[in-house]
């Protein structure tokens, strides 16, 4: 079984930065490939970013690449979501997954509760 827990959210204003993190436990944690993915009011679930096991392939949206960064501490246990140049579209509660490589949601089969994140115009 696998454990994550999201922290970092919060209200921010347009172009602010936040640092998302999510804290794994569970066995065998450092050989999943790791997403972040978000669901606005009213939308389906989407990809934001994933990180291969180790750290050496990264993939983001069309719509957050230049912006947000993620990577992982496997030491601790902890995957990290850095979001700059905040827009208001960007609004949305923000889920960490563990699963294998890859976008689409079916597969990450370990969630997060989320973390909200809203940004102001």
């Known amino acids: 079984q696998v454990q994550l827990v999201e922290s970092g959210g919060g209200l921010v204003q347009a172009g602010d930065s936040l640092r998302l993190s999510c804290a794994k436990s569970g066995r065998t944690v450092t050989s999943y490939a790791m997403g972040w993915f978000r669901q606005a009011p009213g939308k389906e679930r989407e990809f934001v970013a994933a990180?291969?096991?180790?750290?050496?392939?990264?993939n983001y949206a069309d719509s957050v690449k230049g912006r947000f960064t993620i990577s992982r501490d496997n030491a601790k246990n902890t995957v990290y979501l850095q979001l700059n140049s905040l827009k208001p579209e960007d609004t949305a509660v923000y889920y960490c997954?563990?699963?294998?490589w890859g976008t689409g949601a079916a597969m990450y089969p370990y969630w997060g509760q989320g973390t909200q994140v809203t940004v102001s115009s």
């Open positions: 990180i291969t096991p180790t750290g050496g392939m990264t």
């Open positions: 997954a563990a699963g294998r």
